[in-house]
């Protein structure tokens, strides 16, 4: 081979190898921001029965603190808010395959959530607590020893009792509800004798509806609530906590915040 043309072959090898790896990088681009303000929607997932975060007013709409917060973000990244209601068993995947653009509806950082997806920054905290009825005698977790008790199914509250081992033996029985609010109705009609859930569900439940519901002081686990984008779209994540600190700092945060729970709850730039 003539060293002219051997030269022009490994010219024209690399110049493939230079363009192959160009569009590699060009394909792993981060362009979600981009691609959302394009599309012009804003599409929130969430559990729709989780008041005060998410949840069915009289009317059947959609309203609650997250959705305030959300509606906000959307209107200054300048597209349209929908919120969409998904079965939170099947959060991640609904997520992962672009149903939806965001899991946000007082949804719980925790390790392995952050391995495989995109948090921000904790906007509110939290704790796993046991809900009981007034009249049941219970006023410790060691009460609950030969109790059934009620948890949303794929919720922290399920992660948190599986976590405490010594907690999850001494019951009598765990019974999975659909959400929430169909837990507590249980525990009102002593289907069950407590209700694992989120405090802050807990207690906005108990001031508005009045029911015979005492949370125990004692908790099962802290946490800290988080918005959650699916691990390679950061472009879009940074924009959503950039527009959430402002909120914060402009006042537009403690409003909601004062709206929904008579005062700013709120950690965001904490």
């Not at 090898?13 to 990088?25: D, H, L, T």
């Not at 010594?166 to 525990?187: E, G, H, P, Y």
């Amino acid at each position: 081979m003539k060293k002219g043309l051997f030269f022009a072959i490994v010219s024209l090898a690399i110049v493939v190898i230079s363009a192959g790896c160009q569009k590699k990088e060009k394909s792993s681009e981060d362009t979600s921001l981009a691609d959302l303000q394009k599309r012009g929607v804003f599409v929130l997932g969430l559990d729709d029965s989780f008041p005060p975060l998410g949840f069915r007013n009289e009317s059947n709409g959609i309203v609650g603190y997250d959705i305030d917060l959300a509606t906000e973000v959307a209107r200054r990244l300048g597209v349209t808010f929908k919120a969409q209601p998904i079965e939170w068993d099947a959060k991640e995947q609904e997520l992962n395959t672009g149903k939806i653009d965001c899991i946000w509806n007082g949804f719980t950082m925790t390790p392995e959530r952050e391995q495989a997806l995109a948090f921000t920054k904790p906007y509110l905290d939290n704790a796993q607590v046991v809900v009981v009825l007034n009249d049941s005698g219970i006023t410790a977790l060691a009460g609950m020893a030969g109790k059934k008790i009620g948890i949303q199914s794929g919720s922290s509250a399920q992660e948190a009792v599986d976590a405490n081992a010594s907690f999850k033996k001494s019951l009598k029985d765990v019974v999975m509800f659909k959400d929430n609010i169909t837990a507590l109705n249980d525990l009102e009609i002593k289907g069950v004798d407590g209700v694992v859930m989120d405090s802050v569900v807990a207690n906005y439940s108990i001031q508005v509806t009045g029911k015979p519901f005492t949370v125990l002081t004692e908790g099962l686990a802290n946490e800290e609530y988080g918005v959650a984008f699916r691990k390679g779209d950061r472009a879009l994540r940074d924009k959503v906590q950039q527009l959430l600190e402002e909120m914060q700092k402009d006042g537009t945060v403690t409003a909601i915040s004062d709206k929904w729970f008579g005062k700013d709850i709120s950690v965001i730039g904490r």
